[in-house]
């Protein structure tokens, strides 16, 4: 029985990679090893790659030992921005900057050219389908309703769009940061009053979808999981002591769903959808590495043992792949 070989990007400590690789090593006696980008600077031998014919490029894992790139059937891509924590020492920002870029360079060369296995999800198609502007358009085109919606830093703009929704608008950070949660927010006089604010940045403007049936998704390839949340916040994240089951998605949904994910080119994404007073799914957001595991906890749907074993089927594909591909 062929034993697929697995590997998590991810930061340190990471509990949603820790808690897969368990249970893939656990029930699917698979080869998981968790590599920790943000540790490629302290790690005994670090890394290398070379030109010299056999060379054999591998990285240090979490557990000590070297994972060989060229035999990995599957990447999940989990995490990646993060900063080394060693060299936090250096009292140069300058210098800092050189050793984050640096590792996060060579590693993910060494990834493109050694690596022909399945990623979950590509690099490109993970950063392309961060950006929400890219999403409400392949959500439309899927099929999803989709909130009028506005990004702008245009003040005259932004009142005009707002003066013909009238008070039921929203605004959203177009892009977040790893440091700060930023909550949906009711737009208010006082947001519209301020010219140089409006001007810093562009913000996403969209329509109030009114209701207090939130839905999240779990999306592996076409197989969806998903919970119902009942909160009447305009963002449910604030608190989670409220009502939150799993649900069945009629089989439109799941398709549309599976749409999204194909047109965005990625293997896996959480969604967030909103019920309208007439009962439709109204397309929010995705996040393509989205957490899952408070879900779980909070309703005691196994997702972990979802997402490990389409993680090991991704894997088992990546084992019969064609050599030669164009690396990369």
């Known amino acids: 029985m062929t034993r697929p070989s697995i590997a998590v990007l991810t930061f340190t400590d990471d509990l949603h990679a820790l808690v897969v690789q368990a249970h893939l090593r656990r029930n699917r006696g698979a080869l998981c090893e968790v590599v920790e980008v943000d540790s490629m600077a302290d790690r005994p031998d670090g890394l290398s790659w070379s030109t010299e014919p056999g060379f054999g490029t591998s990285v240090p894992t979490?557990?000590?030992?070297?994972?060989?790139?060229?035999?990995?059937?599957?990447?999940?891509?989990?995490r990646w921005n993060h900063p080394q924590r060693a060299g936090r020492e250096l009292t140069e920002e300058a210098h800092r900057e050189v050793v984050d870029a640096?590792?996060?360079?060579?590693?993910?060369?060494?990834?493109?050219?050694?690596?022909?296995?399945?990623?979950?999800?590509?690099?490109?198609?993970?950063?392309?389908?961060?950006?929400?502007?890219?999403?409400?358009?392949a959500a439309a085109d899927a099929g999803f309703v989709v909130p009028r919606t506005l990004v702008s830093q245009d003040p005259a703009e932004i009142r005009r769009f707002c003066s013909v929704l009238g008070a039921q608008v929203i605004l959203k950070a177009v892009r977040g940061t790893p440091s700060s949660q930023l909550y949906t927010l009711p737009v208010t006089p006082d947001h519209l009053a301020d010219d140089d604010a409006l001007r810093?940045?562009?913000?996403?403007?969209?329509?109030?979808?009114?209701?207090?049936?939130?839905?999240?998704?779990?999306?592996?390839?076409?197989?969806?999981?998903?919970?119902?949340?009942?909160?009447?916040?305009?963002?449910?994240?604030?608190?989670?002591?409220?009502?939150?089951?799993?649900?069945?998605?009629?089989?439109?949904?799941?398709?549309?769903?599976?749409?999204?994910?194909?047109?965005?080119?990625?293997?896996?994404?959480?969604?967030?959808?909103?019920?309208?007073?007439d009962g439709r799914p109204v397309w929010l957001e995705l996040n393509p590495q989205g957490q899952f595991l408070f879900v779980q906890g909070l309703t005691g749907l196994d997702l972990t043992a979802g997402f490990g074993d389409f993680l090991c089927e991704e894997a088992l594909s990546g084992a019969v792949r064609a050599r030669g591909r164009t690396p990369g």
């Open 62 to 78: 979490r557990d000590g030992g070297r994972l060989d790139l060229a035999g990995c059937d599957a990447i999940w891509f989990r």
């Open 102 to 137: 640096s590792c996060a360079s060579t590693l993910m060369g060494a990834l493109r050219n050694e690596f022909d296995g399945r990623w979950v999800s590509h690099p490109d198609a993970t950063r392309r389908a961060e950006n929400k502007l890219i999403q409400l358009r």
């Open 200 to 277: 810093l940045c562009p913000t996403i403007f969209q329509e109030y979808v009114p209701g207090t049936r939130h839905l999240r998704v779990l999306c592996c390839g076409t197989t969806s999981y998903a919970v119902a949340i009942d909160s009447p916040d305009l963002d449910w994240r604030r608190n989670l002591d409220v009502p939150i089951e799993p649900v069945s998605l009629d089989p439109v949904i799941q398709q549309a769903l599976a749409r999204v994910l194909e047109l965005l080119d990625l293997r896996m994404g959480v969604v967030d959808l909103k019920l309208d007073p």
